[in-house]
Nanobody, 127 residues
Framework: QVELVESGGGLAQAGGSLRLTCAAS????????MGWFRQAPGKEREFVAAISRSFGRTYYTDSVKGRFIISSDNAKNTVYLQMNSLKPEDTAVYYC????????????????????WGQGTQVTVSS
């Protein structure tokens, strides 16, 4: 069973916007935390943003603060990543992830804390 499906990636110009969507299965929609990560060629997977299901609190890596917004629609089992003011360095494959159990927020940026992953969607930002 596919648990997470991303969509919305593509090509954008610097300064433009894209919105990524992550459709979650019934099981993963009950996860404590939903996150977005990205991986550029030759680099490690890095944390982008996360949202806690119970309180809706959001967390961002410093490089996207003020530009990206993570949100969720629990009725639709969907998580979004609105990406504004895109930069060429945002180019990467973006992954949606689900973390079943709650833990201190300091763990949200660690990929090994997430037990479900989507297949990824490519985002390319041209200068």
């Amino acid at each position: 069973q596919v648990e997470l499906v991303e969509s919305g990636g593509g090509l954008a110009q610097a300064g433009g916007s894209l919105r990524l969507t992550c459709a979650a299965s019934e099981r993963t929609s009950r996860s404590a935390v939903m996150g977005w990560f990205r991986q550029a060629p030759g680099k490690e997977r890095e944390f982008v943003a996360a949202i806690s299901r119970s309180f809706g609190r959001t967390y961002y890596t410093d490089s996207v603060k003020g530009r990206f917004i993570i949100s969720s629609d629990n009725a639709k089992n969907t998580v979004y990543l609105q990406m504004n003011s895109l930069k060429p360095e945002d180019t990467a494959v973006y992954y949606c992830a689900a973390k079943s159990y709650s833990s201190p927020s300091t763990t949200y940026m660690r990929p090994d804390q997430y037990n479900y992953w989507g297949q990824g969607t490519q985002v390319t930002v041209s200068s």
